[in-house]
């Protein structure tokens, strides 16, 4: 069994891996760099056996999504740590070392990230993970850094090592015998939140998130789906409903339901007034979805050990954002 090995998972993305496997290479010399391939059309496979023939391919053979596709390659990897990459991150000289260092130093630290930050933007925090990811009682996600869509500049607020709720799924650090005694990635996620959903099956086992500054990743964002695909919008919503409905203490759900209910429907009123039919209809079709799958689901539910989690923002997010005008993470008492 090797210490680490860093899996991308590629989906018809030649261009990107042309564009960011050299900083991976170059940068994780000490280890093992494998591409994942989701059953691409492209020419992703036959650009790496060309270009980088030290680049170990496993081929899925077809589409299975984020979480199935890397639940299948990752059976055929033996590695003490996974890095899940996205195959559009820039990774840093020294990346993987701190992170390691900090994870053998716990055995309770289940999952990982770096600091993210933007590869257009490099003066700011990136959406998809920033310093760390959070949720609020409600399960919106945010971040340190990127609160909806007010994203910071890292002025170095946030260089303290510091644990989190959830680890972006660009760049996720994770102990590999954790990862399949929880089952791995969950596929009926399919894409988006996978990672949110990992740890907090992870937090509500009673390990650890953490978020190490000393490692510095530049992530481009949207290459999957784009940020107004109505696909995207669907899966964001559904999935946000599966990952309540799994994790949740069963006394909290009624009340949390309720309340998000109501805002889910507020929030596909502004996109019908912003003339996204498609996000507006995405809204209740990611209903039907989670009713339809809502027994199914519920098979996944698991005891919970650890009742207390602190970061879990006892407020509405919404209400902070949009009502007092607490746009930065350090706004809120967290």
């Not at 993305?13 to 564009?19: D, I, R, S």
């Not at 170059?26 to 790496?48: C, H, P, Q, R, W």
């Not at 869509?149 to 972006?168: L, N, P, R, S, V």
Request: contains cysteine.
């Amino acid at each position: 069994m090797t210490k680490v090995a860093v899996v991308i998972l590629n989906w018809n993305g030649e261009a990107m891996l042309k564009t960011y496997l050299p900083s991976v290479t170059e940068n994780s010399k000490d280890y093992e760099v494998i591409v994942a391939d989701n059953g691409s059309t492209d020419n992703s496979i036959g650009f790496l056996k060309r270009e980088y023939p030290q680049v170990r391919i496993i081929d899925n053979k077809e589409n299975l999504g984020f979480a199935e596709g890397y639940n299948k390659a990752l059976k055929e990897v033996e590695a003490e740590y996974y890095i899940l990459l996205n195959s559009d991150v820039e990774v840093s000289p020294n990346w993987i070392n701190p992170i390691i260092d900090l994870m053998d130093s716990d055995q309770k630290i289940a999952c990982c990230q770096p600091k993210l930050l933007s590869y257009l933007e490099r003066n700011k925090f990136e959406y998809a993970g920033g310093a760390g990811g959070f949720i609020d009682y409600l399960g919106y996600p945010f971040c340190r850094g990127r609160i909806f869509d007010h994203i910071e500049e890292d002025k170095g607020q946030y260089d303290d090592e510091k644990e989190i709720f959830w680890a972006t799924g660009a760049s996720f650090f994770v102990r590999s015998s954790i990862y399949w005694e929880l089952g791995g990635l969950d596929k009926d996620f399919f894409a988006h939140q996978e990672e949110i959903d990992l740890c907090w099956r992870a937090k509500n086992a009673g390990y650890t998130i953490f978020y190490c500054p000393k490692s510095i990743c530049y992530h481009y964002g949207g290459g999957s789906l784009n940020k107004t695909s109505p696909f995207k919008t669907y899966l964001n919503f559904r999935n946000n409903l599966y990952l309540l409905y799994k994790n949740l203490p069963p006394k909290k759900q009624f009340p949390v339901f309720f309340q998000r209910f109501f805002l889910d429907i507020l929030a596909s009123l502004a996109f019908l007034l912003k003339g996204n039919l498609g996000e507006f209809l995405a809204v209740y079709k990611a209903y039907i979805a989670f009713i339809k799958t809502k027994n199914q689901i519920k098979q996944k539910r698991k005891p919970i050990i650890n009742h207390n989690i602190k970061e879990i923002y006892p407020y509405s997010i919404v209400f902070a954002y949009y009502i007092k005008s607490k746009k930065k993470f350090s706004d809120l008492k967290l």
